[in-house]
Nanobody
Framework: QVQLVESGGGLVQAGGSLRLSCAAS????????MGWFRQAPGKEREFVTA???????????YYTDSVKGRFTVSRDNAKNTVYLQMNSLKPEDTAVYYC??????????????????WGQGTQVTVSS
C-alpha cells in the first residue's frame, strides 16, 4: 500500500551537512510515524530518529542520544515527504540510511516500534 524512496545521500567531509529525503507514494494517511535507521558495515542496524503526526494531535519526534543536537527530522505534508537534516557530521555517522513507515500515531515514538514499510536505503559517507 505504501512505497518509500530515500534520496540525498553522498560523500561529505567531517563537520559538513546532508539532507536526506523519504518520499511516500501509494496509499497515504493523515496520521502515522516515519522512522530513520542506519547500518554501518559489520554492525547491527540502529535506530536514529522518528516523527509521528496526526490531524488531531501534535507532531512528536524522538532522537537517539548520539544524534541529538545534530540531526533534525521534519515532515512536508503536501509532498508526503519526511526529511532528515544532518549537521556536524562525524565519520561514525557513515552508514546506509533507511526510512520506514508505521501506520499508527505515537505520542512518544521511541526506537522499539515495528514498521510495516521500508525504503531501499541511501549511502552516507563521512570522511575525516
Amino acid at each position: 500500500q505504501v512505497q518509500l524512496v530515500e534520496s540525498g545521500g553522498g560523500l561529505v567531509q567531517a563537520g559538513g551537512s546532508l539532507r536526506l529525503s523519504c518520499a511516500a507514494s501509494g496509499r497515504t494517511f493523515s496520521w502515522g510515524t516515519m522512522g530513520w535507521f542506519r547500518q554501518a558495515p559489520g554492525k547491527e542496524r540502529e535506530f536514529v530518529t522518528a516523527i509521528s503526526w496526526s490531524s488531531w494531535r501534535n507532531t512528536n519526534s524522538y532522537y537517539t542520544d548520539s544524534v541529538k543536537g545534530r540531526f533534525t527530522v521534519s515532515r512536508d505534508n503536501a509532498k508526503n515527504t519526511v526529511y532528515l537534516q544532518m549537521n556536524s557530521l562525524k565519520p561514525e555517522d557513515t552508514a546506509v540510511y533507511y526510512c520506514a513507515a508505521n501506520r499508527n500515531y505515537y505520542s512518544d515514538p521511541e526506537g522499539n516500534l515495528e514498521y510495516e514499510y521500508w525504503g531501499q536505503g541511501t549511502q552516507v559517507t563521512v570522511s575525516s
